[in-house]
């Protein structure tokens, strides 16, 4: 079965430590996405990297970073410099090249809760 | 900077009733995405728009985009309670250098009640 998987599910953590969501795809994806959703909100866009050992910030980078060194793994670490963790995250890959539609197709998702 | 607007953000509404949902985006794009999320889950593709005056279908669900006016809709027929979840429309900010990301509007929470 092809699909995104995100872990885990649920994390919560102590306010001034880092942390690193996983984000692994099969659909041999070029592209990858993390976004953020805060409640009642839509989503707003982090990383993205469109090849391998390439990436480019979102609209809200500040306080994340990310790695991309395998074509199926795109990691996103929430660092002590984040103000505002608590939220949803999602994962997210696309084709890159081609016509046509570069459609998201969305992992489940990691809900992260800093105290 | 692109912006997407939809509205209502709110609609709460019979079974058996039409309604349209609307979303309005400030930047040329040929490309938009319609996506539904139920409460606690992530979101699932309903409908990819890629020209000016397409329209896609799917059981009671209908989308369609004009470029021009920068205007997509989504309309429900007939409505059933299944169909409640908040609807997110998304425009693609594809720049000609590969997929950038998408852009989203604040979701439409539709509520149907029986």
């Known amino acids: 079965d092809g699909g995104i998987t995100q872990s885990p599910k649920y994390l919560f953590r102590k306010e001034g430590q880092n942390v690193t969501l996983s984000c692994e795809q099969n659909?041999?994806?070029?592209?990858m996405y993390w976004y953020r959703q805060d409640p009642g909100q839509g989503l707003r866009l982090i990383y993205y990297?469109?090849?391998?050992?390439?990436?480019q910030k979102g609209d809200i980078a500040e306080g994340y970073s990310v790695s991309r060194e395998k074509k199926e793994s795109f990691p996103l670490t929430v660092t002590s410099a984040q103000k505002n963790p608590t939220a949803f995250y999602l994962c997210a890959s696309s084709k890159n090249r081609g016509r046509g539609s570069y459609e998201q197709y969305f992992g489940p998702g990691t809900r992260l809760t800093v105290t | 900077e692109l912006k997407v607007e939809q509205n209502p953000l709110f609609l709460s509404m019979q079974e058996g009733k039409n309604y349209t949902i609307y979303c309005n985006y400030s930047t040329t794009s040929d490309r938009l995405y319609w996506y539904r999320q139920d409460p606690g889950k992530s979101l699932e593709s309903l409908f990819v728009l890629l020209s000016n005056g397409a329209v896609k279908q799917e059981g009671r669900l209908m989308a369609s985009l004009d470029t021009k006016a920068r205007l997509s809709t989504l309309h429900i027929t007939a409505a059933v309670h299944d169909l409640s979840a908040t609807y997110f429309c998304a425009v693609d900010m594809y720049s000609g250098g590969g997929a950038d990301g998408l852009t989203f509007g604040k979701g439409t929470h539709l509520i149907i009640q029986p």
């Open positions: 990297s469109q090849i391998v050992n390439d990436f």
């Open positions: 659909l041999n994806h070029d592209a």
